[in-house]
Each structure stands twice: as C-alpha cells, then as structure tokens.
C-alpha cells in the first residue's frame, strides 16, 4: 500500500508527530508513504532525513481549486492507493476532492475543533464545503470524544466519524539533558522552582493567561521561573514581542524565558516543577501526554478532550480557559505542596500508560487502512 499524508504545514507540532507515528508503523509493515506540505520546515527536515519523499502544495484559500488537480495529478503519477489528510478545512476540502477525481479512498484525521471564518459568508461557504467533501471521506478519525462532537454539531454524520485519540511510547521519552543541565543552560539558580507551558506562541494557547497568573503567583512565590517552549509560526514574530512585552509590564523581568523552536522540548519538560496547558481550544494534545507520562502533575483549561486525560483533582486540575486567576491559585497550590503534585504525577502516569499508548492509536488505523483497503477489493 502507498499512502499520501497531508499535514497542515512544515513546521513539528501535535499533529505532524501523530502523522509521522503513523507512517513509521506503516513503513514497519513493508509499505510506502509520502507527505505534502504547504511549506517547508523543521518537519519536512525531518521526513527527508527518514527518506520519506515531500511534496510542498500551498492551500492559501478554499475556493483555489486548481490546487486540487495539482494533487490529484500527484496521486496519479505517484500511484497512491489512499489519502490520510492532517490539516486545515482548506487543505482537507482540496485533499478529499483529489482523492475523489482519481477514484481512491480518503481518510481525514481531525486534531482539534474546525476553525472557520470570522467573515458570515465565507464561514458558511466553508462549512458547506467541509460538510459536503467530510462525505467524499471512508472515514473521519477524531482526537477525542468533544473533536468527535464538535464535528457533529457541525452537521457532520456521527457514523462517519471514529474515536482514536492521540497515544505516545512513554518507553521512549528520553530527553538529552539532565535538569542540572538545563538549569545550567538557561542560567536558571537551581534552587527555583520551574513552570513551564509547550505550544506556538499565539492566542489560543492562553500565554497571556499564563503569563498574568505568573504575576499573581509571583507575590506569594518569588522564587518561581515561567518557561515558555514555542515558536511564534503564525504572527512572524509580533505575536512573542507582545507576550515579551506583557511580561516586561507585570514586573517579571529576569523570570520569564522565552526558549524559541527546540529540538529536544523533552529535556525542558522533564526539567520542570510544573506543567502547564492554559489553551482555549484543543483536540487531545500530546504535550499533555508526554507530561503526564513524564509525571508532571498538569494543570490545563478544560476544553476538547483534555478532560478526557487529565482527571481533575487526581492527575492534575482543570481550569477554565481564560481564566488567569483560577491558574495561578490552581499553580499556588501545587507548588506550595510538592508532594501532592507527586501524587499527581504518578497517578496521571498510570493512566497514559493503561488508555493512551502509541501501540494502541497506530493499531486502529492501520486496521482502518485494512478495512479500506478490503472494501475496495469487494
């Protein structure tokens, strides 16, 4: 079998990891894979190095339809027997028409809750394109059980529509660094204690949340370090001199560390006393798993199916999105008692290991790329 994946751009976020656990698994099984992207990035880096062909195809606008054409013509000379898409309503409208002008099967894997227009017209444009191709699909895998219902309110059919969430190999989360590493690296005083929070530096994954609720802790705990591990992909900049700026304005100068792009995120997240996931919308993130799996106690706003990981109180607290002040005295009371914040880590540990594993995520799909595959033989 020769599979086409469509990821939503080349940078390395949740949803390329995802995709490249896949196509791994799949390559373990003796078949072939292939990756477009709208651009080029640390991701596609990476898939040219695993010597996994990358095709670059830019979804700018949903009604480019020519786009579609250009990767149904891709499909045909690169002989690829299905479609798994990664990506935005744009590049999914434009995946699944292709899939269909040439007569293969398509899959669409939904990460987070659809984003449309803030233009009336063109969102409704949009949904009416996403609802009708969502049908060209042999299936739509979601995240969680709120992607799965998101999707539903959006008049999509609840048996088109699949469960997997998200599964990470806790056997395999090994950073580079020690902690007295990283401390050492990022001139941290060991004797701090560590907050740190993972995502692109953009609105929806609550910085500035996060950074108001530092200064809140920070009277009671001026001891405390925030580490913020992200790049600002969208804004090209603006967005992470805004949240320099914020924090310069709340007096936490010399507190906050703004660390860019890494390349080894696990060493920081292992290093750190806290984590922390104050986002407004998401699917099921990884982040969230890898920082339960590492036994962090998490701390993150209940919204998607992060409820569908972090059990309030037992493995770590659940917060309102937006909410500032419930953070900090939610991040007060953790830090203030370690141990429960142990307690915490163990247990949100126990449960990655039992209902959020990699084997288990790649085992579905590939059997759904077996039902596929046999449907079209009969």
């Known amino acids: 079998m020769n599979v086409l994946y469509a990821v939503i751009h080349g940078e390395i976020a949740g949803g390329q990891i995802v995709c490249l656990q896949i196509i791994e698994a799949l390559v373990r099984e003796g078949h072939q ?39 149904a013509r891709l499909l045909r000379n690169q002989k690829v027997d299905l479609v798994h898409s990664h990506g935005t309503v744009q590049l999914n ?33 949009q949904i009416f394109l996403d609802r009708f191709t969502s049908q060209l699909c042999y299936r ?17 059919e609840a ?6 969430p998200n599964g990470i190999d806790s056997d395999r989360l090994n950073g580079q660094m020690t902690r007295a590493e990283v401390f050492q690296r990022f001139q941290i005083d060991p004797k701090k204690q560590l907050v740190t929070t993972i995502g692109s530096l953009c609105p929806n994954k609550g910085q500035e949340e ?101 059990q309030d109180g037992e493995t770590g607290i659940l917060i309102p999105p937006g909410d500032s002040q419930a953070l900090g005295l939610a991040m007060l009371k953790l830090l203030r008692d370690p141990k429960l914040a142990r307690t915490m880590g163990e247990a949100g540990f126990r449960r990655i290991r ?22 079209i033989r009969n």
């Open 33 to 71: 894979a292939l990756v477009i992207s709208p651009s080029e990035g640390p991701f596609t880096d990476l898939l040219r190095k695993k010597k996994i062909p990358v095709f670059i195809i830019p979804f700018e606008k949903t009604y480019f339809f020519h786009r579609a054409f250009q990767v």
């Open 93 to 125: 409208i434009h995946v699944r028409l292709a899939a269909r002008l040439i007569g293969i099967p398509c899959i669409s894997h939904i990460h987070s809750e659809n984003v449309f227009s803030s233009h009336w017209l063109i969102r409704q444009y």
């Open 140 to 156: 739509l895998i979601a995240v969680s059980k709120a992607t799965k219902e998101s999707l539903i309110q959006e008049g999509i």
């Open 159 to 164: 048996d088109r529509i699949e469960v997997i």
């Open 210 to 310: 996060f950074l108001k609720a530092a200064k809140q802790v920070n009277v009671d705990m001026p001891n405390t370090v925030w580490m913020m591990i992200g790049k600002d992909i969208e804004f090209k900049g603006a967005y992470e001199a805004k949240l320099k700026m914020l924090a310069q304005n709340l007096g936490l100068n010399g507190q906050v560390i703004f660390t860019g792009y890494q390349d080894d995120p696990l060493s920081l997240l292992n290093a750190c006393d806290l984590f922390v996931l104050p986002s407004k919308r998401e699917g099921m993130p990884l982040v969230v798993l890898e920082a339960a799996a590492l036994k962090k106690a998490v701390i993150a706003s209940a919204v998607g199916g992060i409820p569908e990981v972090v």
């Open 354 to 375: 039992e209902h959020f594993s990699e084997c288990q995520m790649v085992h579905r799909i590939l059997k759904l790329y077996q039902e596929v595959s046999h449907a």
